[in-house]
């Protein structure tokens, strides 16, 4: 496509549900980014791929919190039991090639805006 | 540890004044990216640039540019004749390239300035 795209736009779920957050990158891009921005904040790292391998899950709050990218591009963010504190916007963003080969430029989606309630 | 520190939440100028946005950062690490982005009031986050640690020349964009100062660490945007469409959260970012096997863009963003450019 011709931007990152992201589904839903919007989430409403009820405390205790498990929810799933879909990611489709730039077609072609290597590397994929989850962040999360809660409001009035900036956008804090979660986890990323380089193809369909998980890099670096080190960002992401509790094991509650799982993402995967199994063809090395479309990539789902879950997260299980959730509660009023993940309330947030989950942004997904690619880059064409490895970090430090290229320009150094992130494409984010719209972003996931999830309400717990 | 990584931190971005903006100290202005929120600025307002006059169109075509010039306003400068400050970023102040922290890393153990000697080589690093440092980046601008911009949140207009629709929400997405738009690019503006990335800095390597090593390179310290200043950069101009149109009305944009860049100042990085490596001795106090910091990395200001300033906007010159500012206009109604500069309005928006501007959010100045930190990497560590972290080697996995490749880097990553593990950014490490500041709470953002709001800047409200008035008509």
């Known amino acids: 496509g011709a931007g990152v795209s992201q589904s839903p736009r919007y989430k409403v779920t009820k405390r205790g549900q498990d929810v799933a957050l879909r990611c489709d990158p730039i077609s072609g891009h290597v590397s994929l980014y989850w962040y999360r921005q809660a409001l009035g904040q900036g956008p804090e790292f979660l986890t990323y791929?380089?193809?369909?391998?998980?890099?670096?899950k080190s960002g992401l709050p509790n094991d509650r919190f799982s993402a995967e990218r199994p063809e090395g591009s479309i990539s789902t963010l879950t997260i299980q039991r959730t509660e009023q504190r993940d309330s947030a916007m989950y942004r997904c963003?690619?880059?064409?090639?490895?970090?430090?080969?290229?320009?150094?430029?992130?494409?984010f989606g719209e972003g996931s805006r999830l309400t717990v309630l | 540890a990584q931190k971005v520190t903006q100290a202005q939440t929120e600025i307002s100028v006059v169109e075509k004044e010039d306003v400068t946005l400050d970023c102040v950062y922290e890393t153990r690490d000697t080589t690093y990216y440092l980046f601008w982005y911009k949140q207009p009031p629709s929400g997405e986050l738009v690019f503006l640039i990335r800095?390597?640690?090593?390179?310290?020349q200043n950069e101009i964009s149109g009305r944009y540019s860049w100042n990085f100062q490596k001795s106090t660490s910091s990395f200001n945007f300033t906007i010159t004749a500012s206009q109604v469409v500069d309005s928006a959260v501007y959010f100045c970012?930190?990497?560590?390239?972290?080697?996995?096997?490749?880097?990553?863009?593990?950014?490490?963003f500041g709470k953002g300035t709001k800047l409200s450019v008035i008509p």
């Open positions: 963003a690619s880059s064409p090639g490895l970090a430090g080969a290229d320009t150094g430029e992130l494409f």
């Open positions: 970012a930190l990497s560590e390239l972290a080697y996995s096997g490749a880097g990553s863009y593990q950014l490490t």
């Open positions: 800095r390597n640690s090593f390179d310290e």
């Open positions: 791929f380089n193809y369909e391998a998980q890099q670096d």
